[in-house]
T-cell receptor, first 113, second 114 residues
């Protein structure tokens, strides 16, 4: 079964600095999708960024980018110019064909002003 | 925008009570999901549904059942609530067809069983 591991339960960063959240996954498939979701305090979970495994180019969305290392099964999220509104739980998730997602344990990100 | 709503943000129930958690989505999505979220464990899939009246067990279905009588509504039922079912429950939906299957989440229901 596929598994997703986020080894950093908590991270903190100074406002305007850059932070990287780690995620590794285990799969024997070659075609799949990876996601980072953000869950702000008391607010709905929203999609931050996604990556198709067949694409070599790393996905970017404004200040958010990923470092996708397929051979290493690693999918880290980099947040540049951190803002107070980035404070949230971040979940890495894996999707292989079927509609189900497998989630990691989550990383709580704190932004220090 | 896709909207997924859940009937309650906070719920307190007693052990042994029958509990209904309701989820409604307004984007005609085929697929709906129920997760529970616990610290350090992430989100774990309880049940999901690919179509009306269809359901499939997820990773932790014990103690739960579901109902999907209409496409837009997916209910999670705790037949006899227990204290170990105290948790945050999240509903999600996604369209069918081709991947990637981005899931859209509701705000969650924090259930406390005393």
């Amino acid at each position: 079964a596929q598994t997703v591991t986020q080894s950093q339960p908590e991270m903190s960063v100074q406002e305007a600095e850059t932070v990287t959240l780690s995620c590794t996954y285990d799969t024997s498939e070659s075609d799949y999708y990876l996601f980072w979701y953000k869950q702000p305090p008391s607010r709905q979970m929203i999609l931050v960024i996604r990556q198709e495994a067949y694409k070599q180019q790393n996905a970017t969305e404004n200040r958010f980018s990923v470092n996708f290392q397929k051979a290493a099964k690693s999918f880290s999220l980099k947040i540049s110019d951190s803002q107070l509104g980035d404070a949230a739980m971040y979940f890495c998730a894996y999707n292989q064909g079927a509609q189900k997602l497998v989630f990691g344990q989550g990383t709580r990100l704190t932004i220090n002003p | 925008d896709v909207k997924v709503t859940q009937s309650s943000r906070y719920l307190v129930k007693r052990t042994g009570e029958k509990v209904f958690l309701e989820c409604v989505q307004d984007m005609d999505h085929e697929n709906m999901f129920w997760y529970r979220q616990d610290p350090g464990l992430g989100l774990r899939l309880i049940y999901f549904s690919y179509d009306v009246k269809m359901k499939e067990k997820g990773d932790i279905p014990e103690g739960y059942s579901v109902s999907r009588e209409k496409k837009e509504r997916f209910s999670l039922i705790l037949e006899s609530a227990s204290t170990n079912q105290t948790s945050m429950y999240l509903c999600a939906s996604t369209a069918g067809g081709r991947p990637p299957y981005e899931q859209y989440f509701g705000p969650g229901t924090r259930l406390t069983v005393t």
